[in-house]
């Protein structure tokens, strides 16, 4: 074994304004340092008691299933979706973006019968074009994408959350980019069943991602008639860890704990509506940088999502080559485009921790230089 | 919102000296505060790469397919047999512990015909028995433990790989109590898929787990007919992820991966032979303090398992009197016994960076004070 190989890690300091991961706040790698509890100590259950209580908080709901599933926001949307769908089950997806593919995608794999109504990405849907899906084709689960990161659009969501309900649905929507940094509102909306992450508007590593459902969601997963093929992502034996009963089911991601625990503080000491207004106040000083650089903005204002900027690459600038650059001289990471927009747009994130003037001024400073 | 209620972490400082997690080293949880890289970052895609050489060192593997799946050990046995079982497989599970019975439990989600193989708890099987067994009810899989944290007993693997491979099977063999501190030789022995946990004998907190497959198991997985209904866990899309295409699946879990970074080089910098002779020591020295103190191991010395050690628990002493205070006066974790080992049994976890003589004389110690 070479050991001189495998140095110790010293990696560069990158300010992350892409899709994901933000930079962490400093105070929660402080309290990753934390030294470990078992899984089932009681000092580290009072800490999910009160993890829970925080999540219920960020997410505006009462719903008693709310915890943090042992995964990154993929993990969350798979326990979303692959326990509310039974196969047979019907399952609309409102799809204008990638995460809304992985959506359907994952309804198939359980199952479902999926039906998708197509906008072209970028776009948002109105209450009576899913009406209208909905009286063509009835759905048990409609899903949809309320912070679409591969667009940088914010799908309102409260008439088609009125909808769904009266057509006797259940709605599943990905907040993975809005908790903590945009509304979500989960009991207003009327959402059955929300998820998100900890690494992004939360500010905190990538490892333990929020969920949340609706008594009518555990409703529909009680009265299933076969447990999930998933087995780590089963809700039923998640809650039963996070519920009073304890039941060992995994071993629970501790550190990634005291991290969401300390984001959920920050979160709630700054408040819900001066953390949205940050988010808000940010973008706007991206927004108006950018065109003042000349370049155009991806999403009409209207929709646009506060966390997440998509904004078209001016003809003649290659993508890669300013995104490298942006990483290897300046140490900012930017998102690109995913599938149709790969090439076409970037993707900056504002989020958390990174959503920052000094960071914008820093990253329209940069791009100056390079475009 | 009352924020009295969530107060800054303050947690105990505990000796984890349980089933797991373990005690994490210092050194990686100082790693864990090294700010974020994207996912797809450069810097972070060549710490992949070191991590899967670090995995193929610890394992003693060639195996291409070899990394660490964005989940606890649970996640990492799912990403087994989720992926290696398809409907209609023949599937036979050799249980004599807890964690035999999740594998024939995930196996049937994933549509499996699973027989089951039983001997009671604490015991170990012969190549012949599972010979027998095959001849009677061939199976494609075979899914066994090596080491089984529910019982403390180190189940030999050589002769029933042979015999598993002789009938045309796939071996899945779960080293989650024993992959760094317990000579696990996956190539030697040939076990087809092996995973393991962080939080265990390699001294991290848990969230990153390490499998790898051997290339027979990979081609059975390229060659299904579908893929496994678990999204998350789906080893194509981790392997395109952690190969050279390196496409987008998930978020890894950042941080775990500086941990697990961490974690690797410190057992290759001991050398894996020091650090299993370091693992035996010091469960030598533990088993001759406990009957010392008049107590009686549950396991013959023959199949001990040295990461953790099963005490049967005297007549007239209380387990879960004794634990507590173990925990509330000593800031030691011990486990109790699993299913109906429950209030017969202690379950004691030298591994990793717990395996330490002073740990040892700190428990007897505390024992002698409490029994």
Known sequence: MDLSQFPPLNTPTRILLGPGPSTADPRILRAMAT??????????????????DLLRFTFETQNPFTLAVPGTGMAAMETAVAN???????????SSGFFSLRIAEIA???????????????????????????EQTPAQIVGIVQAETSTGVLQPLDEIARVVHAQGGLLIA?????????????????????YSCSQKCLGC????????????AVEKINARSAPPPDWYLDAALLSRYWGSERAYHHTAPITMMYALYEGLRIAAEEGLEARFARHRQNAALLYGGLEALGLSLFVPAAIRL??????????????????????????????????????????????????????????????????
Chains 1, 2 share one sequence.
């Open 35 to 52: 030294p470990l509890l078992g899984h089932l100590d009681p000092a580290f259950l009072q800490l999910m008691d009160r993890i829970q």
């Open 108 to 134: 198939r794999r359980n199952g479902g019968q999926v039906s998708v109504l197509q906008r072209p990405w970028g776009e948002v849907f109105t209450a009576e074009e899913v009406q209208a899906a909905l």
């Open 306 to 371: 506060p966390s997440l900027t998509t904004v078209r690459i001016p003809a003649g600038v290659d993508d890669l080559t300013v995104r490298k650059r942006l990483l290897s001289e300046y140490n900012i990471e930017i998102g690109g485009g995913l599938g149709d927009l790969k090439g076409k747009i970037w993707r900056v994130g504002l989020m958390g921790f990174s959503s920052r003037p000094e960071y914008v001024v820093m990253l329209l400073g940069a791009l100056q230089k390079l475009i």
């Open 84 to 94: 509310l769908v039974e196969p047979g089950d019907t399952v609309l997806v409102c």
């Open 174 to 194: 990905d907040a993975v980019t809005s908790l903590g940094g945009v509304p979500v509102r989960v009991d207003a909306v009327g959402i059955d069943a929300c």
């Open 205 to 216: 590593p990538p490892g333990a991602s929020p969920i949340t459902f609706s008594p009518r």
